[in-house]
């Protein structure tokens, strides 16, 4: 694994197939799965992606996020306190501190140097793109990042067109129905 990540040409097919079958035998198979075999590529993340980015569309980020989900928005949502009365998130929501714990290692962070990945999603490499993997690592990512300008960022993202339905990918008709439940919960005072 070493080597592909070391001596790493993004444009390499098979190398990035490679990598992308080690992504399936690690842990992160139930996170990737249902994605397109072959569109996994290694990415630096830009400033002028940061509009596009969203964090995966779950009840936890929908008030830390003011129902958008874009990273981007994290900065004035993001907050302790949070709360939900929907199954199965019942209780405390602590998102505001995992972030805060992310937090902690971030300082000085270099894509090059780094081990660690953001996994985005997105149905054509215009995004938007989801982030899947990494959530609060991004959001402590974009925090630091106002302070320190810490980008580029290093990603791995899935392309392709069959993207659009996966589940998880902010513009599939799954994720918009996920968000206008969550959206409800939220009028009723169920998601805070």
């Known amino acids: 694994m070493g080597d592909l990540l070391v001596k790493r040409d993004l444009d390499d097919a098979e190398r990035n197939r490679q990598r992308e079958a080690l992504l399936r035998i690690n842990h992160r198979e139930?996170?990737?799965n249902g994605?397109?075999?072959?569109s996994a590529r290694w990415?630096?993340?830009e400033e002028s992606d940061l509009s596009d980015m969203c964090v995966i569309p779950d009840p936890s980020w929908y008030p830390n996020t003011a129902g958008t989900f874009r990273l981007v928005d994290t900065a004035e949502n993001l907050r302790?306190?949070?709360?939900s009365l929907v199954l199965p998130l019942i209780g405390p929501i602590g998102t505001y501190d995992a972030v805060r714990e992310k937090s902690r290692y971030i300082h000085g962070y270099d894509a090059e140097t780094t081990s660690e990945a953001l996994i985005l999603v997105a149905s054509d490499d215009n995004g938007p793109y989801t982030i899947i993997d990494g959530t609060h690592r991004a959001a402590a990512l974009y925090l630091d990042h106002a302070k320190n300008m810490n980008m580029p960022w290093k990603g791995i993202l899935f392309s392709d067109p069959s993207i659009a339905g996966y589940r998880w990918h902010i513009g599939s008709l799954e994720a918009k129905l996920n968000i206008f439940q969550q959206g409800i919960y939220a009028s009723h005072g169920l998601l805070w």
């Open 30 to 32: 139930p996170v990737i």
């Open 35 to 38: 994605l397109p075999t072959g």
């Open 43 to 45: 990415v630096r993340i």
């Open 80 to 83: 302790p306190g949070r709360g």
